[in-house]
């Protein structure tokens, strides 16, 4: 199935990577050795070489998906929502850092990466931003990482869509 290119965005094919360059900005995709990329007008085409190797195309329709999120950040870009649950939990932003206040004796400072931008609409919202879809989501469950919801309230660090099955207390 070909990756179709949008209006805007151009491809550079070279030997062992393909660079997509969009209105967001430039990703590049290495490819591994068995994989083919083909422009044909304003289309990718990922194929596998050496069809015949244990799992080549596996690896095509990988990196065919890789392709695909790429275009999608170069053109509209990914986004994370968290929100903060629970009695005094806050979130800001400064400079490059996001400062946050999760009922621990201290203060997270948690270094914004490269390539990712991060909001905070209000004090109880996070949102993550960026063309890498894989970084957006990595740099997301970093964030809920430093206190993930718990089971019995709810409270912690939780995507925006995310449901929490919270269980009944202990009985006496």
Known sequence: ??????QGVSATIAADAVTLKGAKGSLTLAIKNGIKVVQQEKRLQVEATDAAAEGMNAVAGATRAHLANMVMG????????????????RAAVQAKSLTLT?????LINFAIPDGITIETPSQTEIIVKGIDRQRVGQTAA???GFRPPEPYKGKGVKYADEKISLKEAKKK
Request: charged share 25%; no cysteine.
């Open 74 to 89: 170069v053109t509209k870009g990914y986004e994370k929502k968290l929100e903060l649950v629970g009695v005094g939990y």
């Open 1 to 6: 199935m070909p990756v179709d290119l949008p």
């Open 142 to 144: 970093e964030i809920r």
């Open 102 to 106: 999760l009922g621990y004796s201290h």
